[in-house]
C-alpha cells in the first residue's frame, strides 16, 4: 500500500535544484550534453539573455541522433522545446506534478519574472509526496 501525507501542498521551491543545467540556444547539441552531463540532468533551460526560451531534454536528443544528426553541427534552438510550461516557485508539487502528466514531460523549468531558478523534476515530487507503507 502507498500512502500519500501533506506533503502535496509543499512549494516547488523547497524541491527545485538550482543547480540547473543551461545552455545558448546557439549551443551545439554536443556542448548542451556536455553540460547536462556535468550537472547529472537529464534536461538543459534554454536561456537566452538571462530569460527562458525553451528547454531541451533527453527525449529531444534521442530524436536528433535518430535524425542522424551530428551533435557538432546541429544547434539547441533547432531541437528544444520552445516557449515550455512552467511552474513558479510558489507553485504547490501537486500542481507540478499534474502539469508533468498533463505535458508528458519529467521536467519542469521553476521561474520568477521569466527568468529560470531552479527545475522541477517527478522524480523529486513522487519521492517527496509518496511514502510505501508496508503492512
Not at 537566452?48 to 529531444?60: E, Q
Not at 519529467?106 to 523534476?121: D, S, W
Amino acid at each position: 500500500m502507498v500512502t500519500t501525507d501533506n506533503k502535496i501542498h509543499t512549494p516547488v521551491s523547497r524541491l527545485m535544484t538550482t543547480d540547473f543545467a543551461a545552455v545558448d540556444p546557439w549551443d551545439t547539441l554536443g556542448e548542451a550534453v556536455e553540460r547536462m552531463t556535468e550537472k547529472e540532468a537529464g534536461s538543459a533551460l534554454v536561456v537566452d539573455y538571462g530569460r527562458l526560451i525553451g528547454i531541451l531534454t533527453s527525449r529531444d536528443i534521442l530524436r536528433a541522433v535518430a535524425g542522424r544528426t551530428h551533435s557538432s553541427e546541429a544547434r539547441v534552438r533547432e531541437w528544444m522545446t520552445g516557449d515550455p510550461r512552467v511552474a513558479r516557485v510558489d507553485t504547490p508539487a501537486e500542481e507540478a506534478a499534474l502539469m508533468m502528466v498533463e505535458q508528458g514531460c519529467h521536467h519542469l523549468p521553476v521561474v520568477e519574472n521569466g527568468r529560470p531558478v531552479g527545475v522541477i523534476g517527478m522524480r523529486a515530487v513522487v519521492s517527496d509526496t509518496i511514502e510505501p507503507v508496508l503492512d
